[in-house]
């Protein structure tokens, strides 16, 4: 059984840093892909940023520079540092996993595994 839970989210003014954390009490995805996504109001669930085969990160290009996805693999967590926000980072953001991934990992579709997310707020 995967469960996937989210915390770290809140209310922060734009220039400001969070650090979401993505616990995993299931069984590890050490050759597949664990993955950030967020959705804002009125907007679908977007790419944020994901980590393969536990080594290698992308990010969605808005985030590059900012945010950074790391993984401790004796908690087995899966942590997204967020610097320098901005309010268009507003969003619930969502942890997933996936046992493979067939290219970056970018597509909601390829991961089974979701967490319930967690609001970040980011004020002007």
């Known amino acids: 059984q995967v469960q996937l839970v989210e915390s770290g989210g809140g209310l922060v003014q734009a220039g400001g840093s969070l650090r979401l954390s993505c616990a995993n009490s299931g069984r590890t995805f050490s050759s597949g892909a664990m993955g950030w996504f967020r959705q804002a109001p009125g907007k679908e669930r977007e790419f944020v940023a994901a980590i393969i085969r536990r080594v290698l990160a992308y990010y969605e290009d808005s985030v590059k520079g900012r945010f950074t996805i790391s993984r401790d693999n004796a908690k087995n967590t899966v942590y997204l540092q967020m610097n320098s926000l901005k309010p268009e980072d507003t969003a619930v953001y969502y942890c997933?996993?996936?046992?493979?991934?067939?290219?970056?990992?970018?597509?909601?579709?390829?991961?089974?595994?979701w967490g319930r997310g967690t609001q970040v707020t980011v004020s002007s």
């Open positions: 997933a996993a996936a046992n493979f991934v067939s290219g970056i990992g970018r597509t909601t579709t390829e991961y089974p595994y």
